[in-house]
């Protein structure tokens, strides 16, 4: 059965770090391009940083330059990297596997919650 569980979430000041991380298995990994969506209160969901299954990287404006997204294809996992921390980063983070047949076939995870607050 497939299964994307994420997990690194918690509570953290602002400019403070947080590694988010999603383990996979289930299926074939590494022809899979891999992303990171977030969801706050009363607000759509939006992409935040994907990684295509040849390395390339994507991220949302209002987070390039403060989170890097990572994969490593032997662990079957992806990484989050969230520098300098800010309060409108607070949500829940989804990990996404996004199908190279269409994205009605994508996986997701369950989440995991992201705050930044002092």
């Known amino acids: 059965q497939v299964q994307l569980v994420e997990s690194g979430g918690g509570l953290v000041q602002p400019g403070g770090s947080l590694r988010l991380s999603c383990a996979a298995s289930g299926f074939i990994f590494s022809i899979y391009g891999m992303g990171w969506y977030r969801q706050a209160p009363g607000k759509q969901r939006e992409l935040v940083a994907r990684?295509?299954?040849?390395?390339?990287?994507n991220y949302a404006d209002s987070v390039k330059g403060r989170f890097t997204i990572s994969r490593d294809n032997a662990k079957n996992t992806v990484y989050l990297q969230m520098n300098s921390l800010k309060p409108e980063d607070t949500a829940v983070y989804y990990c996404?596997?996004?199908?190279?047949?269409?994205?009605?076939?994508?996986?997701w995870g369950q989440g995991t919650q992201v705050t930044v607050s002092s």
């Open positions: 990684i295509a299954s040849g390395g390339s990287t």
């Open positions: 996404n596997a996004g199908s190279p047949i269409g994205s009605r076939y994508d996986y």
